[in-house]
């Protein structure tokens, strides 16, 4: 299994909505990370998971909350978001999160959040 | 952490034409990679690159690494429809994928 699967593709929150984004990897990857993308831009770093533990906290908001229950899953816990956090939500994983991995990363399809 | 410049922002190119996008660090990178995004998709990874002055081809793609390794290339030879997309370059600032703002590349039939 050479794919990282996220859930759900799509998610409509209201700003006093709880929801959770999930993310699995089958590859024995042991990083995995966060991204959020708004259109016509680059992926920007939220969070790094190395070897099930936090490792980067790129000054995300506390509004979103992540989780890494064992090494094949990520989640990404959400509550009380703001229209401007809605965006593409990307999960990746690759072999280490330090030495550098002559097959990259692995991203997921990503979840597309609207916050109304 | 560490940037990467990417230019140039957009390039709209007939089909059969030769595309080349650019990345440039300030400081030496250890390794670049390169990733591809389709509209409405997400980042593939289609390379890295870790040699000073390394060259590295995939068909019709040449990608090459600077000899100081603070930047590099994706060169395109004779596009296609299919390689619309926006092209990533990415530098590790020694913890996670830190990515330039990406070239989109849109090709006229």
């Known amino acids: 299994d050479t794919e990282v699967t996220q859930t759900p593709k799509h998610l409509v929150m209201g700003m006093t909505n709880k929801k959770s984004l999930k993310c699995e990897q089958h590859m024995g990857h042991r990083a995995m990370y966060w991204y959020k993308q708004k259109a016509k831009k680059p992926p920007e770093l939220m969070f790094v998971?190395?070897?099930?533990?936090?490792?980067i906290n790129e000054s995300v908001p506390s509004r979103f909350s992540p989780e890494c229950p064992n090494s094949s899953l990520l989640n990404l816990h959400l509550h009380a978001l703001q229209p401007e956090d809605s965006a593409l939500y990307l999960c990746?994983?690759?072999?280490?999160?330090?030495?550098?991995?002559?097959?990259?990363?692995?991203f997921g399809s990503g979840t597309r959040l609207t916050v109304v | 952490g560490q940037q990467v410049m990417q230019i140039p922002q957009y390039q709209h190119v007939q089909e059969g034409e030769d595309f080349t996008t650019y990345c440039n660090s300030s400081?030496?990178?250890?390794?670049i990679q390169w990733y591809k995004q389709r509209p409405g998709g997400h980042p593939v990874f289609l390379i890295q690159?870790?040699?000073?002055?390394e060259v590295k081809k995939q068909k019709r793609l040449t990608f090459q690494f600077g000899e100081a390794k603070k930047n590099s290339s994706l060169h395109i030879t004779a596009t296609q429809t299919t390689d619309v997309g926006t092209y990533f370059c990415?530098?590790?600032?020694?913890?996670?994928?830190?990515f330039g703002k990406g070239t989109s590349l849109l090709v006229t039939p």
């Open positions: 998971y190395s070897y099930e533990k936090l490792s």
């Open positions: 400081t030496t990178l250890s390794n």
């Open positions: 690159l870790v040699k000073s002055g």
């Open positions: 990415a530098g590790p600032p020694g913890y996670a994928l830190n």
């Open positions: 990746a994983s690759s072999q280490d999160q330090f030495r550098a991995d002559r097959d990259g990363y692995t």
